[in-house]
């Protein structure tokens, strides 16, 4: 790629620590105040949207597909079967399942 | 890529701890805590006291980086959705140790 735009890939490199970041402060906020959490989950999407930037798949899998939520062990129902983990988020009742070896 | 006085309007505000230093509101000046939430115009901060939002054009704030510099930043040069920030320039003349 050319490298004028070499602005443009620092800004993505920034985009992904912040994504890592806000997913950080997700889980320490989640114990007193739940909507933090939702909320900061929120801004990393946006900014991952923004910025063209992949959120990775284990912090993917910790935000409901449905309803957008920060999944914490208060909210979400996670089970083990034929080698697919099925969590099932308690807010709106979506099920996700995962195939794992 | 650490944070860095120059990269600070890029780099993700939340969880900073923050005074504010100067401001039209003398009520607001020497609020200080930790940002909580971001939206275009205000920061809600966590002070001892409650949370409070406070506006960011009207005022200055102190952040402390982790390796324990303070930086001290005009607010209307931050002035805009978390999000959008990523892309916006600081000129060197807006900000100070």
Partial sequence: MSRRKKGYYRARELARERIERLFLLAEEEHLRRPERSDRYVSIARRMGMRMRVRIPRRLKRRVCKGCRCYLSPGRTRVRLRDGVVTVTCAECGEVMRYPYR | ?97
């Fill in chain 2, 1 to 97: 890529m650490m944070i860095t006085p120059e990269n600070l309007v890029r780099h993700e505000l939340i969880g900073l701890p923050i005074e504010v230093v100067e401001g039209r509101n003398p009520s607001q000046v020497g609020i200080s805590g930790r940002v909580v939430d971001e939206t275009r115009n205000t920061f809600l901060i966590e002070t001892r006291s409650g949370d409070k939002r406070v506006p960011k054009s009207t005022n200055s704030f102190l952040f402390t980086l982790s390796q324990g510099l303070k930086v001290k930043a005009v607010g209307s040069v931050l002035v805009s959705q978390p999000e959008n920030r990523i892309n916006k320039k600081m000129r060197r003349s807006r900000w100070k140790l």
